[in-house]
């Protein structure tokens, strides 16, 4: 049994992380979008609602017979592989610049248990711009994002958002900040 994590904060789900689940989902027999609980981080969605999305939109992604999981989890990443039994930890590259913070990261997953590899794989050319952090900033500002992430996303962000169709630009509600 091959089984693959795919570890990210997701907050939220874009296009660009779909990517790389359609990519690399072949690869493996069973695969666990593994979603970080981080609310120190003040995430615009919770763990629960970002594992709730990443359910709903997940069947519509070919993932070529893997058996796909969606769960939270807290702590090391490499400690939660071990726990699941998982023989690789699946992460994209959009560009040169991810590359240092990757590296690192795979390094030090490595060190802290050798057996598991992380297998990086690369963005489609379309999604190398795409970041959840640029898609909340251009959302909240009253950008559009359509197409560069799921539209059940894109909805669930403007429930957030308490979005008032005006064209003015969002309040950003889940923090209490006003945008303008
Ligand atoms: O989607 P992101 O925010 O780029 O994902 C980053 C993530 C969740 C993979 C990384 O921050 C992580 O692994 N966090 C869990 C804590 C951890 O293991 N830190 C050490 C990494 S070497």
Redesign the pocket.
């Known amino acids: 049994m091959r089984r693959a994590i795919f570890?990210?904060?997701?907050d939220p789900l874009t296009n660009g992380h779909l990517d790389i689940i359609r990519r690399s989902a072949p690869l493996f027999d069973e695969m666990i979008v593994s979603v970080?609980n981080n609310p120190e981080k003040n995430p615009m969605f919770t763990v629960d609602e970002r594992c709730e999305m990443v359910r709903e939109v997940l069947p519509s992604v070919g993932t070529g017979g893997c058996s796909m999981l969606v769960e939270a989890f807290s702590?090391?990443?490499?400690h939660f592989a071990r726990e699941r039994e998982a023989t690789a930890i699946v992460?994209g590259i959009r560009a040169v610049s991810d590359y240092e913070y990757e590296l690192?990261?795979a390094l030090?997953?490595r060190r802290?248990e050798p057996t598991i590899e992380t297998v990086f794989l690369m963005a489609g050319e379309e999604y190398s711009y795409v970041s959840?952090t640029l898609m909340k900033q251009v959302f909240e500002l009253g950008g559009r994002v359509n197409g560069l992430i799921p539209e059940l996303v894109e909805k669930k962000m403007g429930e957030k958002n308490g979005d008032d169709q005006s064209g003015s630009p969002r309040t950003d509600k889940y923090s209490g900040r006003s945008r303008r």
Do not use: D, V
Request: glycine share 12%; charged share 10%; proline share 6%.
């Open positions: 570890p990210g904060s997701f970080l702590g090391l990443t490499a992460r690192r990261m030090m997953n802290l959840s």
